[in-house]
Every structure is written in C-alpha cells, then in structure tokens.
C-alpha cells in the first residue's frame, strides 16, 4: 500500500512539474525508498546499465568469431581487344575478345582450430561483462552512500532547527522577563541588547540552516530525477532503532569477512586475475596453427586463359581443409605470452593489495562506528550537565545572584550540548552506512 502511494505521489509530482516547475512540493521518503528510486533514476545508474548492455553484445560478437565467413562478389565487365607480339617485338597482332566479362564467386570458411583463441575471447567477453556488472555494483554502493550523507545531513538540519527553534522561544521569553526587570529598575538595557543580539544569532542559523536545506534537497533531486522544487521530507523514527544497530552482527571479525566477500573492488580484482589468464591464452594461441575448412563455388566467363578465347561461362566449385601458420610467431608470439603473464602477477599483487587496503578500511570504519556511541553517550551526559547548569544560573540571575555574562554562556552551554546530542544521533547513523558501505553491502 505504501509503495502504491510513493507511486501516486511521484506521478503527481511529474504532472505538477508541468505546471510550475518551481513550485515547493513534498515528498516524504525513507532512505530505502531514496535507494530504490536511484536504481531507475540516478543517471550514474543508467550509464552503468547501458556499459553492461554494450558488454553483454560484446559477448555475441566474441561468440560469432565460432560462425563461418561468408563472402559473395559479383562483378561485371568490359574487356578490350588483345595484341600479340613477337618475341623481337616487331610484329604483331590484333585479336578481336569479347567485350563483356561477367565474374560470380560465393566462398565460405570455416575455423575448425585457432589454438583457443575463440574461446579465450569469448571468456574474455563474459568477464567484461562481468567486470561492467561488478563496475555498476560499485557506483551504486557511492551514489547510495551519497544519498545517505545527504539525506542524514537533512535530518541533522531539521534537528538543528528544532532545538534554534526551541532556544529562540526560550530567548523571547528571557528577553520579556529581564525587560520586566529593567523596568522595575533592578536590570541594565544592555542585559536586554545582548539576549536581542543573541536571539538575532539564532534566527540567522534557522535562516542558514533552511538555505543549507535547499541547496541539498536540489541535490537529492537531482539525482533521483525528480521535479525542480522537490522538498524531501526524512523519515523521523531512523534513530529510534540505534540500540538495536548497535547490536546489529556488530562484530568486528563479521564485517572484515562481509567486506572480503561483498566489496566490489574485491571482486573485480579476482575478474581481473580471471582476464590476465584468458589474456595469456590468447596470447599462446598465436603459437599455434589454425586449422580451418573451406569450399566455394565460382561462375565466370569468358573463358580468357584459352586461345582463342572461348566466349562461355565457367562455373566450377572446390572445397578442402587448410593450414595456415605465422612464421613470425617464432620469434614474437613468446614475448607477447611473457608479457601477458608479467599482467597476470601485477593483477594478483593489486588483488592482495586492494585485501589490505580493505581491512585497513574496515578497521577504521568498524572504530568510527563504536566511537559514535560512545561519543553519543559522552554528549548526553554534557546536555544533562548543561542544563542543570543552565537552570541554576538562570535561578541565580533572576535573583539577582549572577551577571548577563553568566546566564549568556550558560545559554550557549546548554545550546551547544543540544546540537551535539542530535548531531552526535545522526553521526551514528552515517558511520554505520558507511561501515556498510565499505563492506560492499550498502
């Protein structure tokens, strides 16, 4: 049912697009739909689906190499007349020919061996392929990765201007209060300038905060493929579940095994291990003779090699088996075949590379992804202190037991620890995407 009224609303936005294309329209997404959506709108995606097309009408090309050559000439004719000469050249003489000259050939072959070279080919075809799918598996994980940095990056936004948003109540109702007292004689104006100054502050970050929040929803927009104008609404219980992550198979030795097994780059340095072999094949091949089958049928007239000329059609036919061997292979085709095998010990010592470099990244995001928490926690345990120093001080000013200066950093205390806390949310949301991410799962 839900996806039924993604679809609905996704229509209404295309039709909408018709009539204004930079009318505000909003759109409330999870960050799985946003997944979903770029597998048939991200134009990284589509290139990516058309190299895998081009790669998958290589392969047919390669296995045509195992079909017969075909060839059919037809041409037609003028011939002139013939002089005879002496062999002292001084005499001669002219032979009327004639003049129309007609010429039909049809000719097939066919490769019975060429040493492997067919079918290294045609493996060589299917690893490209292969190579291409593995390429497109590879920018998905990046643009997925990018719609999850931008979409969390939204998410934080909304929760930074809740909490301007609360502060600013919060500073009006200050304001109103010590503007009470200023009345009374007890408060200096400049106490209400600066709380004045500081709300100014806050409602420039909002404003800052809804500009940040359009130039990404442009972005989100646009590489999804959606209408200009396009506000894309997050999916406010994510964090709800962080418990849960945390538990979620969040051992170390699991993901380093997950990322060996899923990551991309992994596996195209196995294809390309796979290729420098089939490379090597091809390679040796050309030491070796090809052996093929031919026939033919011809028709021509007139009949020029008999004199006088016989003025008919010939047609005769032939078929056979052939040989056919470079000689210069001798002395080339070895050098090739060292060099291809010199590529097959590059492509294994780039493969236990990228392994090294994989688990170095896991290493890192596994860290960062405990780190999270406990940074989480740390900032909780900041915002509570903040806040029971912020009541304190603000009992105390009221009393008249502390200066402006106090109740202002106090404020920017318990305003900074607000912020930490639902940034701090989302950070554990990021660093868990991308500990996905680099295992090759996202």
Request: charged residues 20%; negative net charge; glycine residues 6%.
């Given at each position: 049912m839900r996806k039924i009224v993604k679809a609905a609303s996704l229509t209404a936005l295309a039709v909408g697009m018709a009539g204004s294309m930079h009318a505000q329209q909003s759109l409330p997404l999870t960050l799985g739909e946003l997944f979903d959506m770029a597998e048939g709108r991200n134009r990284s995606m589509a290139v990516m689906d058309l190299a895998v097309a081009e790669a998958e009408e290589a392969i047919k090309v390669a296995k045509s190499g195992r079909l017969p050559d075909v060839e059919a000439s037809l041409a037609v004719s003028c011939i002139g007349n013939a002089n005879i000469f002496s062999r002292e050249w001084d005499e001669f003489q002219l032979v009327h020919l004639p003049h129309f000259g007609n010429n039909f050939a049809l000719e097939a072959t066919q490769v019975i061996y060429s040493g492997g070279a067919v079918t290294a080919g045609v493996n060589m075809a299917r690893l490209r392929r292969e190579m291409a799918l593995l390429s497109k598996d590879e920018?998905?994980?990046?643009v997925r990765m990018m719609l999850a940095g931008s979409y969390l990056q939204l998410y934080k936004l909304r929760n930074e201007r809740k909490v301007y948003e609360q502060n600013i109540v919060q500073t009006r109702k200050l304001i109103e209060e010590i503007a009470a007292k200023h009345s009374q004689g007890v408060a200096l104006k400049?106490?209400?300038?600066?709380?004045?100054?500081q709300l100014k502050g806050y409602e420039l970050a909002v404003t800052q905060i809804e500009?940040?929040?359009?130039?990404?929803?442009?972005?989100?927009?646009?590489a999804l493929g959606l209408p200009e104008g396009t506000e894309i609404e997050v999916d406010t219980t994510m964090t709800a579940s962080l418990s849960e992550t945390l538990h979620e198979k969040s051992n170390e030795l699991y993901w380093q095994n997950e990322a060996l097994m899923s990551s991309p780059s992994i596996k195209q340095g196995q294809v390309g291990i796979e290729m420098s072999h089939e490379a090597?094949?091809?390679?040796?091949?050309?030491?070796m003779p090809s052996v093929f089958a031919f026939a033919a049928d011809k028709l021509e007239g007139p009949i020029l090699t008999e004199v006088p000329?016989?003025?008919?059609?010939?047609?005769?036919?032939?078929?056979?088996?052939?040989?056919?061997?470079?000689?210069?292979?001798?002395f080339k085709a070895n050098k090739k075949v060292r060099q291809a095998h010199a590529a097959t010990l590059i492509a294994n010592e780039e493969h236990l590379l990228a392994q090294d470099n994989l688990r170095t990244a896991m290493k890192e995001a596994y860290v960062r992804f405990e780190e999270a928490f406990t940074v989480h926690d740390t900032q909780l345990k900041s915002l509570e202190l903040a806040q029971q120093n912020y009541e304190v001080v603000n009992n105390r000013y009221l009393n008249g037991l502390a200066l402006i200066t106090d109740m202002l950093d106090a404020s920017t205390q318990k305003l900074n620890a607000e912020l930490q806390v639902v940034n701090t949310q989302i950070n554990i949301l990021f660093n868990y995407y991308k500990l996905r991410k680099t295992a090759g799962n996202l």
């Amino acid at each position: 049912m839900r996806k039924i009224v993604k679809a609905a609303s996704l229509t209404a936005l295309a039709v909408g697009m018709a009539g204004s294309m930079h009318a505000q329209q909003s759109l409330p997404l999870t960050l799985g739909e946003l997944f979903d959506m770029a597998e048939g709108r991200n134009r990284s995606m589509a290139v990516m689906d058309l190299a895998v097309a081009e790669a998958e009408e290589a392969i047919k090309v390669a296995k045509s190499g195992r079909l017969p050559d075909v060839e059919a000439s037809l041409a037609v004719s003028c011939i002139g007349n013939a002089n005879i000469f002496s062999r002292e050249w001084d005499e001669f003489q002219l032979v009327h020919l004639p003049h129309f000259g007609n010429n039909f050939a049809l000719e097939a072959t066919q490769v019975i061996y060429s040493g492997g070279a067919v079918t290294a080919g045609v493996n060589m075809a299917r690893l490209r392929r292969e190579m291409a799918l593995l390429s497109k598996d590879e920018v998905r994980e990046n643009v997925r990765m990018m719609l999850a940095g931008s979409y969390l990056q939204l998410y934080k936004l909304r929760n930074e201007r809740k909490v301007y948003e609360q502060n600013i109540v919060q500073t009006r109702k200050l304001i109103e209060e010590i503007a009470a007292k200023h009345s009374q004689g007890v408060a200096l104006k400049n106490d209400v300038t600066r709380y004045e100054l500081q709300l100014k502050g806050y409602e420039l970050a909002v404003t800052q905060i809804e500009n940040s929040k359009a130039i990404l929803n442009h972005q989100l927009s646009v590489a999804l493929g959606l209408p200009e104008g396009t506000e894309i609404e997050v999916d406010t219980t994510m964090t709800a579940s962080l418990s849960e992550t945390l538990h979620e198979k969040s051992n170390e030795l699991y993901w380093q095994n997950e990322a060996l097994m899923s990551s991309p780059s992994i596996k195209q340095g196995q294809v390309g291990i796979e290729m420098s072999h089939e490379a090597e094949k091809l390679a040796g091949s050309e030491r070796m003779p090809s052996v093929f089958a031919f026939a033919a049928d011809k028709l021509e007239g007139p009949i020029l090699t008999e004199v006088p000329t016989i003025n008919s059609n010939l047609n005769y036919w032939y078929a056979g088996v052939g040989v056919r061997y470079s000689l210069s292979s001798l002395f080339k085709a070895n050098k090739k075949v060292r060099q291809a095998h010199a590529a097959t010990l590059i492509a294994n010592e780039e493969h236990l590379l990228a392994q090294d470099n994989l688990r170095t990244a896991m290493k890192e995001a596994y860290v960062r992804f405990e780190e999270a928490f406990t940074v989480h926690d740390t900032q909780l345990k900041s915002l509570e202190l903040a806040q029971q120093n912020y009541e304190v001080v603000n009992n105390r000013y009221l009393n008249g037991l502390a200066l402006i200066t106090d109740m202002l950093d106090a404020s920017t205390q318990k305003l900074n620890a607000e912020l930490q806390v639902v940034n701090t949310q989302i950070n554990i949301l990021f660093n868990y995407y991308k500990l996905r991410k680099t295992a090759g799962n996202l």
